[in-house]
């Protein structure tokens, strides 16, 4: 029986393949305050901008490839039983080939009603102000925004629980409830921590080894390292 492997994934391995991020910039995305575009209360005050906001991020997608580090991820599924626990709402795992993904912050290729958060249909163009679902309410980005729930949480933390390895990539894991997945592992479960720039690692009771290497450099080393257990 294959061993569990869980890989958290965050914005760090899809900025390789070109896709923006918010974080090393103040606090914007690309001129916009994240709380503009990424918040309830950014949809109410403006939600054309809103709008407009997620369409340009969905064309960008169609623009990008998956890197090293997604076709790494993708390829360690032979070996081992691989769940894939993404912060990012692209589809470059998927495209990478990566078959178990878990999407926790909601993925910019799906739409959903603003009345209903649970019909979730797929959704590859742009949306604007008049575009309904088939309940008659507006579109809306299928994006878990500053503020809302992370249902997908419920789904991720028994995977967590049942790992044998755990990879961190990308992400600082500084936001919640993300942040606290890694509480749920077994204190055996040893963590393999990629970041490039490793400060304010949180406190973690696990066995942990860092790699400070981009993404591509460090999940070849560390799947090196787990086929080699």
């Known amino acids: 029986m294959k061993k569990k492997l869980v890989i958290l994934s965050g914005a760090g391995i899809s900025a390789e393949s070109g896709v923006a991020t918010f974080r090393d910039s103040g606090g914007l995305w690309e001129g916009h305050d994240v709380m ?107 994006i878990v925004w500053f503020g809302e729930a992370v249902p997908a949480i419920e789904d991720a933390i028994p995977v967590v629980e049942q790992a044998d390895y755990i990879i961190v990539i990308g992400t600082s894991l500084q936001v919640y409830p993300a942040a606290g997945l890694t509480d749920f592992a077994k204190r055996t479960t040893p963590i393999f921590y990629i970041d490039p720039k490793p400060a304010g690692i949180p406190n973690m009771k696990n066995p942990l080894e860092v790699f400070p290497l981009k993404a591509s450099e460090g999940m070849e080393i560390v799947a090196g390292r787990l086929r080699n257990i």
């Open 36 to 142: 503009e575009v990424a918040s309830p209360e950014g949809w109410r005050k403006n939600p054309a901008l809103v709008l407009d906001f997620y369409n340009k991020r969905r064309r960008q997608l169609f623009e990008v490839q998956p890197n090293k580090a997604h076709f790494i991820a993708a390829e360690l599924e032979k070996d081992f039983d691989v769940t894939i626990i993404t912060q990012n709402v692209d589809d470059l795992h998927e495209r990478a080939g990566s078959t178990n993904v878990i999407h926790l912050h909601g993925e910019l290729l799906k739409a959903r009603s603003v009345y209903n958060t649970l019909d979730i249909i797929d959704f590859t163009g742009d949306i604007t102000l008049g575009d309904l679902h088939t309940d008659g309410y507006q579109l809306r980005p299928h």
